[in-house]
Antibody, heavy 114, light 113 residues
Framework: QVQLQESGPGLVKPSETLSLTCTVS????????WSWIRQPPGKGLEWIGY???????NYDPSLKSRVTISIDTSKNQFSLKLTSVTAADTAVYYC????????WGQGTLVTVSS | DIVMTQSPDSLVVSLGERATINCKSS????????????LAWYQQKPGQPPKLLIS???TRESGVPDRFSGSGSGTDFTLTISSLQAEDVAVYSC?????????FGQGTKLEIK
């Protein structure tokens, strides 16, 4: 059974870059779509974007100018970078496999605050 | 973007009774070439990630109890729990994967009466 685990800083200062990594275990990352999804406190789910195993990407247009999702097949990991963060980027960030999202990581809360 | 709108926002149902949640998309998510609606339902319990219950509008995922069913096509969809159990207390969200950006409904909070 494939498992996903997010990792990265839980606190990021405004205007800085949020960086998270999702480690995939129990299976290969060399197939499928791999997404990042976030959920602001008390709110609904927002898809950020995905990376295909080949390296191609697709992002939500509202975040596209600030987002980069990349994949490292040698490490079985994929990553999220979100630049110029503000308080509005405070959320639980999830990584997920496939479309629709068959498997999810447990999520990691990232707070943007000085 | 396709806007997903759920109703109601919250629902209180007695144990053993039927729960019905609706989801409407701002444009059709039915792909004519394969006659499939690109619509999924998720269950999210407090402190947990969402769990995929149903894909293709009506296909239950492996291990999902058969009291959960999905129906609808095009722009109007329904998630039905035929006999509510205590463990079904959660927030339920629909999601379209017909086109990017993939979008979710705002969620429906289901509670026990």
């Amino acid at each position: 059974q494939v498992q996903l685990q997010e990792s990265g800083p839980g606190l990021v200062k405004p205007s800085e870059t949020l960086s998270l990594t999702c480690t995939v275990s129990g299976g290969s990352i060399n197939s499928n779509y791999w997404s990042w999804i976030r959920q602001p406190p008390g709110k609904g789910l927002e898809w950020i974007g995905y990376v295909y195993y080949s390296g191609s990407t697709n992002y939500d247009p509202s975040l596209k100018s600030r987002v980069t999702i990349s994949i490292d097949t040698s490490k079985n990991q994929f990553s999220l970078k979100l630049t110029s963060v503000t308080a509005a980027d405070t959320a639980v960030y999830y990584c997920a496999r496939d479309v629709p999202f068959h498997q999810w990581g447990q999520g990691t809360l990232v707070t943007v605050s000085s | 973007d396709i806007v997903m709108t759920q109703s109601p926002d919250s629902l209180v149902v007695s144990l053993g009774e039927r729960a019905t949640i609706n989801c409407k998309s701002s444009q059709s998510v039915l792909y004519s070439s394969n006659s499939k609606s690109y619509l999924a339902w998720y269950q999210q319990k407090p402190g947990q990630p969402p769990k995929l219950l149903i894909s293709w509008a009506s296909t239950r995922e492996s291990g999902v109890p058969d009291r959960f069913s999905g129906s609808g096509s095009g722009t109007d969809f329904t998630l039905t729990i035929s006999s509510l159990q205590a463990e079904d207390v959660a927030v339920y969200s629909c999601q379209q994967y017909f086109s990017t950006p993939y979008t979710f409904g705002q969620g429906t909070k289901l509670e026990i009466k």
